[in-house]
């Protein structure tokens, strides 16, 4: 059974920093290609970040770019997402997501003063 299990979300003021964690099982962790994605109150999935299985290279939205660094440990089966200078417009629910279509239940990330 594919697992995904989202951590490390909360709530932070605008400019704060989060790093989530995603803890992956059941699939062969190194060979696929992970993703972020969130979701904010009331609008669709928005795509934020993707890795490489050997985690050399990664893409990730404009909205992001410079702000989010997504990084995986293969050795732990944990994916990653550093996020930096956070606003308002960060708020969502953020899930992983691997590329045989499975997600996690997602992590809970608030930004408001």
């Known amino acids: 059974e594919v697992r995904l299990v989202e951590s490390g979300g909360g709530v932070v003021q605008p400019g704060g920093s989060l790093r989530l964690s995603c803890a992956a099982s059941g699939f062969a962790f190194s060979t696929y290609r992970l993703s972020w994605v969130r979701q904010a109150p009331g609008k669709g999935l928005e795509w934020v970040a993707v890795?490489?299985?050997?985690?050399?290279?990664?893409n990730y939205a404009d909205s992001v770019k410079g702000r989010f660094t997504i990084s995986r440990d293969n050795a732990k089966n944990v994916l990653y997402l550093g996020m930096n200078s956070l606003n308002p417009e960060d708020t969502g629910v953020y899930f992983c997501?691997?590329?045989?279509?499975?997600r996690g239940q997602g992590t809970q990330v608030t930004v408001s003063s």
């Open positions: 890795i490489d299985g050997d985690g050399r290279r990664a």
């Open positions: 997501a691997n590329d045989l279509g499975n």
